[in-house]
């Protein structure tokens, strides 16, 4: 009998398909608290695990005697100790194309929201004495602007589509792709040095990794006015080095959804600058997305130990077959 942990709140949609499983024997524990304290004295017992943004790490992987899979309400995993799960043999699977639309959407509101001062706008008309900010004509028009976008994956091919209907020029970077091959169809791809200096508007939709995608050095090589836009992963951003741009004006504007430290601290330094607009990690959280996000991780992890998971959305293929899953001693 197979017993599944849900770490985080879930859509109702997915509590019901919780139930549907219960129905059919399934031991299901549901935790809703997002916080690996919470989850951790259950996944001695769990042969699967289904968790949202909270850690897992090895330590807590150590414990988890029975664990075949961890199915992430997501298509992120760094939070996630990889290198742990492959040393055991778990698998791991991410939720695939369910939440590109709302991300790119929410990308595409930073960038307008940026351009038209909407954070000084809403202000100009609450507080008494700023109804003349109007003629300092500060928002400005995203028509005919170029747009780079690093990362061309399905999130930024969506946003490529929708800045297209504001006759945005749009250009990619992407690294993975100039290995593999761009897609047909897709916008004129740049090297990174070349797209800072073209863009516009910048929108980042990568995987962080051991060093910030826009650094010190690469916030040089920009255009003085630039509106960038940060959907992708903490860290893939050097908050330093923007804070220090929106400060002096070298950069005009920033949207934020995800932060270094989550959630940030009052001494964030972007926390200061009232071009910069913030939102708390949502842009995947519409109520469409997640429904899709917790029907898909639930299944992935009930398919992956019914061996009809699809390969596609498992990171380590190589785990496949739950009956290879060494046990701890």
Same mark, same amino acid.
């Given at each position: 009998m197979a017993r599944l942990l849900v770490a985080g709140k879930m859509h109702p949609s997915g509590v019901a398909l919780l139930k549907a499983y219960e129905s059919r024997g399934v031991i299901v524990d549901y935790v809703?608290?997002?916080?690996e304290a919470s989850y951790a004295p259950l996944? +001695?017992?769990a042969d699967a695990l289904v968790i949202r943004t909270q850690p897992l790490s090895a330590a807590t992987i150590a414990k988890a005697r029975k664990l075949k899979v961890v199915s992430?309400?997501?298509?992120?995993?760094?939070?996630?100790d990889l290198a742990a799960l492959n040393a055991r043999g778990i698998?791991?699977?991410v939720v695939g194309d369910v939440n590109s639309i709302s991300v790119a959407e929410h990308a595409m509101t930073q960038l307008l929201a940026c351009a038209k001062r909407a954070l000084r706008a809403d202000r100009a008309v609450r507080e008494i004495g700023q109804w003349g900010w109007r003629n300092r004509l500060e928002p400005q028009e995203v028509f005919n602007r170029h747009l780079l976008i690093i990362g061309y994956g399905r999130i930024g091919r969506h946003?490529?589509?929708? +800045?297209?209907?504001?006759n945005m020029q749009v250009r990619a970077y992407d690294p993975y792709l100039e290995r593999t091959g761009w897609p047909e169809g897709s916008v004129r791809p740049v090297s990174l040095e070349e797209g800072l200096a073209w863009a516009d508007f910048i929108s980042i939709h990568t995987p962080r990794g051991d060093r910030p995608t826009l650094g010190a050095e690469e916030f040089a090589r920009m255009k003085p006015g630039v509106i960038i836009a940060n959907t992708a992963r903490g860290g893939v951003v050097c908050e330093r080095a923007l804070a220090e741009g929106l400060a002096s004006g070298h950069v005009a504007g920033a949207g934020l959804d995800v932060f270094d430290e989550e959630p940030p601290t009052r001494i964030n330094p972007l926390f200061t600058h009232d071009n910069a607009v913030l939102s708390p990690?949502?842009?995947g959280l519409t109520a469409e997305c997640s429904e899709r996000m917790a029907l898909s991780s639930i299944e992935n992890a009930m398919n992956f130990l019914e061996g009809t998971v699809d390969s596609s959305l498992v990171v380590n293929p190589e785990h496949l077959d739950p009956a290879t899953v060494p046990l701890p001693a």
């Open positions: 809703e608290e997002v916080s996944i +001695a017992e992430r309400h997501g298509v992120g995993y760094d939070s996630v698998g791991l699977t946003l490529a589509k929708m +800045a297209a209907g504001f990690h949502i842009a």
